[in-house]
């Protein structure tokens, strides 16, 4: 072997590729510092393992070869120190001549060399489809590689090559003991995704009503009880721009599953929430009535004069025109329900807002559809009666607040909180956090 790839031990005189610390403690020497202390001139690595660890951190082939974005570019990890070459470039090299050892001596990672080795002889069988489907099925990295005979090295190699996102520990236990939605579940996400419902995640998604409507939240809660966080359920206040106040809100987080994965991929396939037929197609009886009695609203005349012939109107201000088009076409065809489209206003972005409209007679089928399964406490949107024994307590209520000890603290709050957002519009943040600190508990306690 040639004297440049050796190195001379200071101690016996022995040629070596490295003076390695196993060497040194037979020489009564415990860590590899005291013989750079006891020999500081003295070379610990050969002159050709010094030119190969230059080579790895940086020099590169002498090639044409670019470094260009492929399809199957590789994340570079920081701690990684052999250079990293794509599929195509691999490919390129050999058809230039080199060796599988020459592109190692070059600096290119000995594994990677490995992998490209495998897949460019058709060693691998699994498709990226299939790799995809497994993975994400919540099958681990070393159950893949057994199930289809390949090397475990190449099996992580392989999912760098696919641009497959690494899945984590939590993800493969939560697929493989995740309790699966009841049909009466997913029903229930369907129609609080059409209404009030948004995505925390891609994978769960929080329920939040206004205080006043406590009970039908508490309701929801408890139909979703095996897949919610119970720390989740809490009282929170925002401020709200539209009224000049403070808003209280009650809300709760489901965990993440994989049948409320499905739902809200079909809900925000872009960058907002929005409507297809596919989703309509989902929406029976009871995800009309959660929807209903999460953005239905019944006008019976009582400012003018009490009407048991009342109309019903459809909150949809955040969907567009084809959107709306779309549920009325829906209405008419799945429970023959005739609406209109109402305009209401404008968008943030100078867009029309629309609204399904039905007529009396058109309502009563709808109260007729929703009516068994509308929960007592909202059952004011769909009876008259109802709906005058609501507003009583309503009055009630307000004016027993008067001397609330929450009542009294929450105008406090709404007084602050005027204050200093006229003053310091930026603080609405800190703001937020402040009301939430003195109003979550009085909510549960008092009320």
């Known amino acids: 072997m040639d004297s440049k790839d050796m190195v001379k031990c200071a101690i016996c005189g022995v040629l070596r590729k490295q003076i390695t ?204 009880k095996e897949h919610v966080s119970p720390t989740s359920l809490q009282v929170t206040a925002d401020w709200d721009k539209r009224y000049n106040r403070m808003q209280y809100n009650i809300r709760f987080y489901t965990y993440a599953n994989s049948d409320i994965e499905h739902i809200v991929q079909k809900f925000y396939c872009s960058t907002r929430k929005s409507i297809t037929d596919d989703i309509l197609n989902h929406i029976d009886d009871l995800a009309l009535a959660i929807w209903f009695m999460d953005d239905g609203s019944t006008d019976w005349y009582e400012r003018s004069c009490w009407n048991n012939r009342p109309t019903c109107t459809f909150c949809t201000d955040s969907f567009g025109l084809i959107e709306v088009q779309l549920i009325c076409e829906a209405f008419r065809e799945m429970w023959d329900i005739e609406s209109t489209q109402k305009c209401v206003g404008k968008q943030k972005d100078g867009e029309l807002k629309y609204r399904p409209r039905l007529d009396p007679e058109n309502t009563q089928r709808l109260f007729g559809i929703v009516g068994p399964y509308v929960i007592p406490e909202m059952r004011y949107k769909i009876d008259i009666e109802a709906y005058r024994e609501w507003s009583q307590q309503q009055k009630t209520r307000k004016e027993a607040e008067e001397t609330d000890r929450a009542s009294l603290i929450r105008q406090e709050l709404d007084t602050i909180s005027k204050h200093i957002i006229e003053r310091h519009p930026d603080q609405r943040d800190k703001l937020n956090v402040f009301a939430n600190k003195h109003i979550g508990e009085l909510y549960f306690k008092g009320n």
């Open 21 to 224: 610390a196993g060497h040194i403690r037979q020489h009564g020497l415990q860590t590899t510092k005291e013989y750079k202390k006891l020999y500081p001139k003295a070379p610990m690595l050969s002159q050709y393992t010094l030119e190969r660890r230059r080579k790895s951190r940086g020099v590169t082939i002498d090639s044409p070869i670019t470094n260009k974005s492929t399809e199957h570019d590789f994340h570079i990890s920081k701690n990684r120190t052999r250079r990293r070459i794509s599929y195509d470039e691999f490919l390129e090299l050999l058809n230039q001549g080199y060796t599988l050892k020459q592109m190692k001596d070059e600096g290119i990672s000995k594994h990677q060399v490995g992998f490209y080795s495998v897949l460019a002889q058709n060693k691998i069988s699994i498709t990226k489809q299939q790799f995809n489907e497994e993975y994400c099925s919540g099958k681990s990295l070393d159950e893949i590689a057994k199930q289809y005979n390949i090397y475990r090295d190449h099996v992580t190699q392989l999912r760098d090559y696919f641009g497959i996102k690494r899945k984590g520990p939590k993800f493969i236990h939560r697929k493989k003991t995740e309790k699966p939605l009841t049909f009466r579940q997913k029903k229930i996400v369907y129609g609080g995704l059409m209404g009030d419902a948004s995505c925390m995640s891609s994978s769960s998604i929080r329920m939040k009503q206004s205080i006043k409507q406590k009970e039908y939240l508490l309701w929801k809660y408890n139909e979703m």
